[in-house]
Structure formats: C-alpha cells, structure tokens
C-alpha cells in the first residue's frame, strides 16, 4: 500500500510569488489534514478535509491560503502571495473514517517551503 | 484549549541505556496521547497511542508509554537504546473521542551515542 505523498519535497520562492503544494492521501482515507511546523517551532493544524468537505479550517493563518480537494482524492495548497513567516515544513496526513470512528494519521514526509 | 510541553529539545543517551523522553499535556477532560517519531527525510510514524483502557501503552519498537491522569503527564520510555532511535520525538494530543485535529509539542531530539 502506498503511502503519503506530497509534492514537491522543497521549493524555494522568492516573497509576493505564489506556490502550490499537493498531497496524495492513501488510496480509500476520507481524511485528509494539513499542517505546517515553522522552523523550531510545534507542528499546527491548518486544516481537515473529509472528502472533498472542509470539515474545519481553523488553523488556517490569513487568506493568503487556499486549501482544496476536488473529487475527494488529492488536496492542493495554495499560498499567493507567499510572504517571509510562510517559510517552514508543510505536513498532509490522512486517515480512515468508519462509522465516525477515526483511525490513526498517517503523515506524508513533507514539503520544505522556502520563502525568500 | 489543549496544549502539549515536551521538556528537552534535545535529549542525548548512549547506546544501551535508558531513554527517557518528557511529554506534559493541558487538557480540561483526559484527551487521546500519541507519540509519533519522524525519522530524516521521512513522514511522522505513529510510535503509540493511549485512548482509553490500560494506562501503560506498548508501542513499536520496544516502545512504550504511562498515561498519568493525576500528573498530566506521557512519558516516552525504552529500556535500552539503539542507534537507529536516533531521530525526533513528537508528542500530541487530540480531543477525548476523536483522533482528528492533532496539537503537537515542538518535538525531542534524540542522539544515540555509541
């Protein structure tokens, strides 16, 4: 079973550019979740798809961010423009979701977003 | 609101001995645990969870954990070290029933030194 996969694994961009991250859940998971770890800082929760709903976008920052998922499958993230504090580790982790019962995230390896 | 203190940004253990790795929650109701490690250029990997049931949690790796309502606390622990562990700690807590929105601590560093 293939894992999560997020594209691309860095990207370097200079400040006001715009740059889109996408994140392949494992074949047959409802939810999918994004979150971003600033440089030594936690890991924070962006936001939490179930399929193609946003079921809860709270963590997300400003409205320099847009985050969808048409179909229900893979998920983009937008960021234009991006701005210098948008620099750090983009996470997308997705998980089963039976009958309302939620099961274990599993965590793609990230995408390293270098703002300049 | 929940919040996660993991004490020690980096931990540093020989090879063989004990690894003892610091997770304190803040939470109003006792909420689900988890310890994930991330290993370099890889994704987080679930170690192990505690949601209800037996507080003391075996996880991979000869792993385990001791969810302690009265500290508030999820001590990470292994009795003996392997340099393979070397990698970083992470522990979260989500809401009591759900395993969703994840709040993580800033992570634990941990050097196996042969």
């Known amino acids: 079973e293939a894992g999560v996969t997020q594209f691309p694994s ?58 969808e998922r048409t179909g229900g499958t893979y998920s983009t993230l937008k960021v234009q423009p991006a701005e210098l504090e948008d620099s750090g580790v983009y996470f997308c982790a997705s998980s089963h979701d039976l009958g309302g019962i939620d099961y274990e995230q599993y965590f793609g390896p990230g995408t390293r977003l270098t703002v300049t | 609101a929940q919040s996660v203190t993991q004490l020690g940004s980096h931990v540093s253990v020989s090879e063989g001995a004990l690894v003892l790795l610091r997770c304190n929650y803040s939470s109003s109701v006792p909420p689900y645990l988890f310890w994930y490690v991330q290993y370099p250029n890889q994704g987080l990997q679930l170690l192990l969870k505690y949601t209800t049931g037996a507080t003391l949690v075996k996880g991979i790796n000869g792993f385990e954990a001791e969810f302690k309502k009265s500290e508030t606390s999820f001590h990470l622990t292994k009795p003996s070290a392997h340099m393979s562990d070397a990698a970083e700690y992470f522990c979260a807590v989500s809401p009591s029933g759900s395993a969703r929105q994840l709040t993580f601590g800033s992570g634990t560093q941990l050097t196996v030194l042969p």
């Open chain 1, 10 to 67: 860095h990207s370097v961009i200079e400040k006001g550019q715009t740059v889109t991250l996408r994140c392949d859940p494992i074949s047959g998971h409802d939810n999918l979740y994004w979150y971003r770890r600033v440089m030594g800082k936690e890991i924070k929760f962006l936001l939490h798809f179930v399929k193609e709903s946003k079921q809860d976008e709270s963590g997300m920052p400003n409205n320099r961010f847009l985050a």
